[in-house]
């Protein structure tokens, strides 16, 4: 399964499946970007971060790809299970502040 | 483990009431932050602090004050609490300069009446 951007806000996927869930950011200055998974009910919770001197990071059964030429961001989650039902933010770093920018989210559901 | 926790889970309160939303982390991070999220709209940051007694204005800070008199806490202040003002509170911190990830808490969902 796939989502485009940030204007599809849900993606379902078979169980077993590879989801890939797209970001595209707005600022060609950003340079660290962080995924986040978050629950119903809890608050975000950390998965991967990739700098922008990087394409590709791997982490267990996750991977995010960075594309700066198109300001593109994907989270790949390999074999999908039931437990990674939540909603998918990516954030951005922006400014001399360092500030998180966050997408508005993309609703994972994983099917039995 | 970072732990970063929220003093409420939930809580009611009326329009024009002065409400205190209180957050802990226990990793001696440096910058704190307080978001809202509303469905649509994303977490919008409200206010940071990248150290005690320093604070910064995040993207809404209207109706809103903070402070942080120790490190390990950063209080977020509705003056008058409206009902505009109801929305999930997310705290975070980070440990600050290049280690810029941000660790959230469980949040605390405020109904203002």
């Known amino acids: 399964g796939e989502s485009v951007g940030l204007h599809l806000p849900t993606l379902s996927v078979q169980e077993g499946d590879n989801s890939i869930i797209n970001c595209a950011y707005s600022n060609s200055a950003s340079d660290y970007f962080i995924w986040y998974k978050q629950e119903s009910g809890k608050g975000p919770q950390f998965i991967i971060d990739i700098r922008s001197n990087m394409d590709k990071r791997q982490g267990q059964r996750v991977t995010v790809l960075l594309n700066k030429t198109v300001k593109h961001l994907s989270l790949q989650i390999a074999a999908t299970q039931p437990g990674d039902s939540a909603v998918y933010f990516c954030a951005e770093i922006r400014g001399s502040a360092r500030q998180l920018t966050f997408g508005s989210g993309t609703q994972l559901t994983v099917l039995p | 483990d970072v732990k970063v926790t929220q003093s409420s889970r939930y809580l009611v309160k009326r329009t024009g009431e002065k409400v205190f939303l209180e957050c802990v982390q226990d990793?001696?991070?440096?910058?704190m932050f307080w978001y809202r999220q509303d469905p649509g709209l994303g977490l919008r940051l409200i206010y940071f602090?990248?150290?005690?007694?320093?604070?910064e204005k995040g993207d809404i800070p209207e109706g809103y004050s903070v402070s942080r008199e120790k490190k390990e806490r950063f209080s977020l202040i509705l003056e008058s609490a409206s009902t505009n003002q109801t929305s999930m509170y997310l705290c975070?911190?980070?440990?600050?300069?290049?280690?810029?990830?941000?660790?959230f808490g469980p949040g605390t969902r405020l109904l203002v009446l």
């Open positions: 602090s990248y150290d005690v007694k320093m604070k």
């Open positions: 990793m001696d991070h440096e910058n």
């Open positions: 975070a911190s980070s440990l600050g300069q290049t280690r810029e990830t941000q660790y």
